[in-house]
């Protein structure tokens, strides 16, 4: 069971207990206890970018913290295949196309998604060891986003999105509005699909960004500011999209699978329970109220932080191949800003510098590191207008694997 840091430090003193792991901090008794134990509940708001842990006790809050997951898998993916891309088109050897070799497993998932749901599932199975026999609650979304739009979809139908049965998405908008133009009204004109929010203020191609409008009405002035497409834009916002939903579903059906004896929950459920117990918009907040607990006698001020980081860069590949190598790449010298340690200090390592807590970046030259901070913002010589920080200049705190771990 878990127990105040004075009474750790006792018998770690004491040799009554040793040490299991440092983050989160777990001791272990080394002499029999009679088995006594209290029930405990482990609460987990599992999502995306985010996850909440809370573990209650007899309506006390033993441990409470959010879990940040990576977010750069996709575009890490992108540049990966146009390193690949680049090198095939340039003079090398013959390789022979394996393209056709390839077969994925039947639970295959894009790795950005598998990713954060291993992340979950993880968490989920490291707090569940770290407490005996504890009782699951889990909740796998706010709400079925698909049966907003159809309440009696079933099985299949979740796999016929929009536009399912249309050419392509051009024909699907032309089909929705009418073959009608949306800013003059009109039918039996040359007709164009028109861009709600413009690609270059990060609009995308998809249904519900387009809209139809006639050869008239779409032309090169009207697109400017102050032109007809300009207004309508400014008077017809785009509806909020839930950016989410597909891992969400995914996430909900697999956390099923793994964790059948776990009491599942939504979203509409945790927040009038969180609202009842008078708390504050917050992922660990919301786990709290994930485990059912009625009433709040204790609850600690502070709580965990952990961060996932990228450590290490796989990439074979170079964006801008040097001429005259002798050696293959995979041997070949790293540029610095891929050197995982220098001086005895390696990345990801926790730091105090200038009287911050902050973790190393990255190297650069033979004395310097970048060292940001929880927000992803660089710590830096307050006198001066650079990011590099001397390494004489850093206080070790811990060495850390590829997770950023504080509490606060």
């Not at 598998?114 to 699951?136: E, R, Y």
């Not at 509005?177 to 990060?202: A, M, N």
């Not at 961060?307 to 070949?332: C, D, I, M, W």
Request: charged content about 30%.
């Amino acid at each position: 069971m878990p127990c105040s840091q004075r009474k750790a430090r006792l018998l770690l003193k004491q040799k009554k207990a040793k040490i299991v792991g440092y983050k989160p901090f777990t001791i272990q008794l080394c002499y029999a206890t009679g088995e006594a134990k209290q029930e405990v509940t482990i609460g987990i708001d599992e999502g995306a970018r985010h996850i909440g842990v809370a573990i209650v006790s007899q309506d006390k809050v033993l441990v409470k913290g959010e879990i940040e997951l990576r977010q750069d898998v996709h575009s890490l993916l992108l540049t990966r295949a146009q390193y690949r891309r680049s090198r095939r088109y340039r003079k090398t050897r013959y390789r022979k196309a394996r393209f056709l070799n390839r077969k994925k497993p039947e639970w295959w998932l894009p790795p950005s998604i598998q990713t954060k749901l291993d992340a979950n599932f993880a968490w989920i199975d490291k707090f569940c060891s770290l407490v005996p026999s504890p009782k699951l609650r889990i909740e796998v979304g706010k709400f079925d986003t698909a049966k907003m739009i159809n309440p009696d979809i079933h099985g299949v139908d979740y796999q016929h999105g929009q536009t399912y049965g249309y050419y392509d998405v051009r024909y699907y908008v032309f089909s929705r509005d009418g073959y009608t133009c949306q800013v003059c009204q009109k039918k039996g004109k040359t007709l164009h699909t028109h861009h709600i929010i413009y690609q270059s203020e990060g609009g995308t191609d998809r249904a519900d960004n387009l809209i139809t409008v006639c050869s008239d009405c779409h032309t090169s002035e009207n697109h400017k500011k102050g032109g007809i497409l300009w207004k309508w834009m400014k008077n017809h916002k785009k509806a909020k999209q839930y950016k989410e939903p597909p891992f969400i579903n995914t996430l909900r059906r697999r956390t099923f699978q793994k964790y059948p004896e776990a009491e599942i929950t939504y979203g509409s459920e945790t927040s009038p329970k969180r609202k009842e117990l008078c708390l504050e918009k917050t992922h660990y907040n919301d786990a709290i109220a994930i485990t059912g607990i009625e009433s709040i006698k204790e609850n600690p001020e502070e709580c965990f932080w952990i961060k996932q980081f990228r450590k290490k860069k796989r990439s074979l590949h170079e964006a801008t191949p040097r001429k005259g190598r002798k050696v293959k790449n995979v041997k070949a010298k790293r540029n610095s800003k891929n050197t995982k340690q220098l001086k005895g200090w390696y990345l990801n390592d926790e730091v105090i510098c200038f009287g911050q807590r902050g973790w190393i970046s990255g190297f650069t030259g033979t004395s310097s590191a970048y060292v940001t901070n929880r927000n992803g913002e660089y710590i830096q010589n307050p006198n001066k207008s650079y990011k590099q920080v001397n390494l004489s200049s850093l206080k070790p705190i811990s060495h850390n694997s590829n997770w950023q771990y504080a509490v606060e």
